[in-house]
């Protein structure tokens, strides 16, 4: 029943929150060159090298299945990975001009499953793991070959997304359809860690919650936040223990979840009532949607280049960017090319 509830928010999701237009799924920016951003519609990849002026398609060469993640190789920008809905991961060495299927240590099940985020290990670009619809699954070399890492993640398999410690890479988390797990060997053993999050009679059912986004505060590693489909909540412990956090705000089904990369306690969530920001940790929040035509955002990310500028994906009305850290935003032009 969960995953079925998951399944039929996210298609509603993607479907624009039934506006009929292009939802922005991912926004990926180029670690160095603020000038470059790729982003994944329902449809296609596109990648422009004006800061937003002009897109370029880069499907050619992949199948037509959705894009649902996507991320740069931070020692060598120009490779890119896609995990897609249905048709596993690609890879381009090319900046997106050409795409390499990556299957090998996939089984069938998990191709046509949900690719649903990668995340690199800091220490080494060529280690990096997989958040699926079917498990966590990591590669020590680039992605050629994929290892599954569900040992101990016995009540779940939905792994919607995966939180690393930056200061440890040792430590992962993973955010799943019944909570939260945390792994201190690099994912070969998970324990449950749902106190205060999920009680252990309802994991499997339809009220156990969805985590979308899990992430390590990198000034204080034992502070962790999960974004879920239920509210927000926090630990300051490891995940011994977490708390709920920013029941204030008005829309508790978040969506998308940014720390700040300057400041310390800084965080930003998105909803469907648009983007908010506290600067305490999560006690006390602001609205941030001044530009904004609608308020229906699908992802939200900061730039490492400049901690002032960050893009929105909405599910209405196309890509926004803020250059005064959220307090004002304007839309990009949207003139994608289909072919």
């Excluded at 999960?226 to 708390?243: E, H």
Aim: with cysteine.
């Amino acid at each position: 029943m969960t995953r079925l509830l998951i399944c039929v928010f996210f298609i509603a999701w993607s479907l624009g929150g039934c506006t009929g237009s292009d939802p922005i799924v991912v926004i990926e920016l180029h670690p160095t060159n603020p000038d470059i951003i790729y982003i994944a519609t329902n449809d296609y990849i596109y990648k422009t090298r004006d800061g937003g002026k002009t897109w370029s398609n880069l499907s050619k060469g992949m199948s037509y299945s959705r894009v649902i993640a996507m991320a740069i190789d931070p020692a060598y920008p120009a490779t890119i990975y896609a995990g897609t809905k249905g048709d596993a991961v690609y890879k381009s060495y090319d900046g997106g001009q050409r795409w390499t299927s990556l299957r090998i240590g996939l089984d069938d099940a998990t191709i046509s499953s949900v690719v649903n985020q990668f995340v690199f290990d800091p220490a080494d670009d060529t280690h990096l793991f997989l958040a699926t619809t079917m498990g966590v699954f990591e590669s020590k070399n680039a992605g050629e070959r994929w290892i599954k890492r569900m040992e101990g993640m016995k009540e779940v398999l939905m792994v919607v997304t995966l939180g690393m410690d930056p200061t440890r890479s040792s430590v992962l988390y993973a955010g799943t359809s019944g909570g939260v797990y945390k792994s201190i060997n690099q994912g070969a053993y998970w324990v449950q860690v749902n106190k205060g999050l999920v009680p252990t009679d309802m994991v499997k059912t339809s009220r156990a919650l969805s985590v979308t986004s899990v992430q390590v505060d990198p000034s204080a590693p034992e502070t962790v936040y999960a974004a879920t489909l239920a509210g927000l909540y926090k630990t300051t412990d490891g995940a011994a223990s977490w708390v709920r956090i920013g029941e204030a705000l008005p829309d508790q089904m978040i969506v998308a979840m940014v720390l700040d990369r300057a400041r310390a306690g800084v965080l930003y969530v998105a909803a469907r009532d648009g983007i908010h920001r506290s600067e305490d940790g999560g006690r006390t929040w602001v609205i941030l949607n001044d530009g904004l035509s609608t308020t229906n955002i699908r992802s939200l990310v900061q730039s490492a280049t400049d901690p002032k500028l960050f893009y929105a994906g909405t599910n209405g009305s196309g890509l926004y960017r803020s250059v005064n850290g959220g307090v004002h935003w304007e839309a990009l032009p949207s003139v994608f090319p289909k072919e």
